[in-house]
């Protein structure tokens, strides 16, 4: 797998002009843009992915469906779509796509070898998927599975050690989630 380049962004989340390899944009420390995509089923169930055992951040864990980083040159729609279809082997459309918030997120892990400051956006997509007929991507996602919202309610309140715990955007999430789906 080649090696990705990103954009790098200043502290406000502007283009600075010079672009770096993923590697070293985590080894520096330098502001760049990410986004989440959360998938919905129409009974408002969210699809979750268990990160491969081989990934640098987080492996063996529950995560959102969908993930990554805007790669040079590309805005964050254009990820999303692109992300949906390699992690999860499903075709989107830009249009399927709701934009929910952003965020900044800093974080150091693995002794500070792996500095993530990121810009985040977040998108929903509702679509009623088999996940039986998805194609995950091998190096990225091992199985996903649909749990309920007062599930992530859970996984939050416990601090679950299976689960990646997003404590700024999962409650934001679980308070959209449950406008639309629980009335």
């Not at 998938?39 to 469906?65: C, E, F, S, T, Y």
């Not at 977040?122 to 039986?132: G, P």
Request: glycine content about 4%.
């Amino acid at each position: 797998m080649t090696e990705e380049y990103f954009d790098i962004l200043d502290e406000k989340g502007n283009k600075t002009g010079k672009k770096k390899l993923r590697s070293e944009v985590h080894r520096d420390g330098d502001w760049h843009k990410a986004v989440y995509v959360w998938i919905v089923n129409p009974k408002g169930q969210i699809l979750m992915q268990l990160r491969h055992p081989q990934k640098d951040l987080d492996p063996n864990m529950w995560d959102a469906a969908v993930a990554g980083h805007n790669i040079a040159g590309s805005d964050s729609l254009d990820t999303a779509v692109k992300e949906v279809k390699e992690e999860i082997g499903l075709t989107i459309d830009k249009n399927d796509l709701e934009y929910l918030f952003s965020h900044t997120g800093s974080t150091a892990r693995n002794n500070g070898e792996f500095i993530n400051n990121s810009f985040y956006d977040y998108y929903l997509l509702v679509k009623d998927i088999d996940v039986n007929k998805l194609k995950l991507q091998e190096e990225e996602v091992t199985t996903v599975k649909f749990i309920e919202i007062s599930e992530l309610e859970r996984v939050l309140a416990e601090n679950d050690e299976k689960y990646v715990i997003h404590s700024y955007s999962y409650p934001k999430i679980i308070k959209i989630l449950k406008e639309r789906f629980q009335k």
